[in-house]
C-alpha cells in the first residue's frame, strides 16, 4: 500500500506543472523625457512579469544621479546617455550598456535648442553670453551642445550652461532665467504649445543622423548574476514598443501619468523606441568625449556592450 501510495504521487508530480521562478526585484531609474514610456506599458500592461521581472520604475530629477543609484544598490537598472556611462567607466565604475532606449534620427529629431519667446536668434553668434540650461553637465545634451557650439563657430566660453532639470525648463525660460534649454519630448511640445520658446536648432540631429540617445545601463555583477533578467528586458521593452505602436491613443494618458507632460504623436510608427545597439553607437561619443578631455583611459566599446 505504502509502496503503492509513492508510485501515484510520483506520477502525479511527473504531470505537475513546474514551479514558476520568483520574479527579480528590479528598480529601474528614468528620467523626464518620453524615451522611457515603455517602461510603464510594460509595467501596467503585466508585460514585465509576464517576463518574470518585478519592476519598480523610479523617476530620477537629473540622469548624471543614476549611475550613483546603481551603485549604492537603490536601482538595478538605470537610464543613461552615453557620455554618463563612459565618465563612469572612465571613473572606475564597473557599470554595462545593457539595453537601448531611444534613437534618434534626423526624419525623428525631437532634441532641440529651444529658444526663450522675446529673444531673437537669428545665427549661432546671437548666443554669445547667453545662459543656456543643460539637463546635467556632460550630459547626451550637454556634450552634444559643445559640440554643435564648436561647430557654429563658438566655444564653451562664449556662453554660460547652467545644469537645470527637464521640468524646470519651461518655467526657468518664461521667467527669463535662462535664454535657452536643450530640451526635449514631452516637455518640448508642451513648451512650444504654451508658447514660452520655440525651436532654434534641431543640434544633434544636425550632427549626428542616427544617434543612440539614450540606454539602460547596470552594475556587471548584476548582469552576470541575472543575465535572463537582462535578456526578459530587452524583450518586455520590444513588447511594451508593439503595443504602443498598436494603441497610441494610450500614449498620452500613461505618460502624464508617470512623466506629468503629453507630447503629440509627432513619430509615425514610434520608431525612436529601438533596444536595438549598434557596434559603432560608441564611437562618436567617445571621439566627442576625448576632443572635450572628459576620459582619461582607453575605453573599449565591444568590453561595455551586454548582447
Known sequence: MFKTTLGVLAAIAAFA???RAEPVKVAIGYVTASDFTPIFFAKEKGIFAKHDLDVDPKRIPIIVNIPTGLMSGDLQIGASTMPGLLQAVDAGLDLRLISGAARQDREHSKIALMVRSGL?????EDLKGKKIGVAGFNSMMDV???KWLRVKGLGDNDVTRVEAIFPQMPDLLKAGTLDAVTITDPLRAAAEKSGVGYVYAEFVADLQADTLAVGYIAKS???AKYPAAV???RASLDEAADYMRAHPDEIGPMETKYLGFTAPSRFPGLSDFSTAIKPGDLDYYIAMGKEFGLYKSALDPAKLIVR
Not at 531673437?120 to 549661432?124: A, F, L, Q
Open 17 to 19: 506543472p513546474l514551479a
Open 144 to 146: 552634444f551642445l559643445r
Open 231 to 233: 535578456k526578459n528586458f
Open 120 to 124: 531673437k536668434i537669428e545665427k549661432p
Open 221 to 223: 555583477d548584476w548582469v
